[in-house]
């Protein structure tokens, strides 16, 4: 019975060490994201992600997250408490297109800026190099 309630102990050991490498694994990822501008939309672990065969140490999760002009990524992390954050196949799975288009009366400015400032670049080009 007592080899029993060892291998027990093992087991209930390793499942509230894994919760808690989870727990911290779930900060490292959000401050890398933040820390970049981005705004972490989903985390979830992927025991069998890329890299994960031969893999010791770093667990492997799937975020989706939105970068500062809006677009939506998904992507792979690997964490560990000392290699810190790598991100893998990062794709994009919605982009942002603008709400609404300018409005007539500045497209005609912007239009009238660029025009005025291919002239000062006929006027005054720059040499080359």
């Known amino acids: 019975m007592e080899p029993l309630l060892v291998f027990g102990g093992f087991?209930?050991?390793a499942i509230v060490f894994r919760l808690i490498a989870g727990g911290l694994d779930g900060g490292r990822v959000e401050q890398y994201v933040r820390a970049r501008g981005w705004e972490l939309v989903d985390r979830r672990w992927r025991p069998f992600g890329p890299g994960?065969?031969?893999e010791k140490d770093s667990r492997i999760y799937q975020i989706v997250?939105?970068?500062r002009e809006g677009n939506l990524h998904q992507a792979h992390?690997?964490?560990s408490m000392l290699s810190g954050v790598y991100?893998?196949?990062d794709h994009l799975i919605q982009i942002?297109?603008?709400s609404a288009p300018l409005p007539?009366?500045?497209l005609a400015e912007e239009n009238r800026r660029l025009r005025?400032?291919?002239?000062?670049?006929e006027k005054n080009p720059t040499p080359p190099g």
Do not use: A, C, H
Request: hydrophobic share 35%; net charge positive.
């Open 52 to 54: 994960w065969f031969g």
């Open 77 to 79: 992390v690997k964490t």
């Open 96 to 98: 942002k297109f603008p």
């Open 11 to 13: 087991i209930l050991l």
């Open 116 to 121: 005025q400032r291919i002239q000062e670049l």
């Open 65 to 67: 997250y939105r970068d």
């Open 104 to 106: 007539p009366s500045d």
């Open 87 to 89: 991100l893998t196949n």
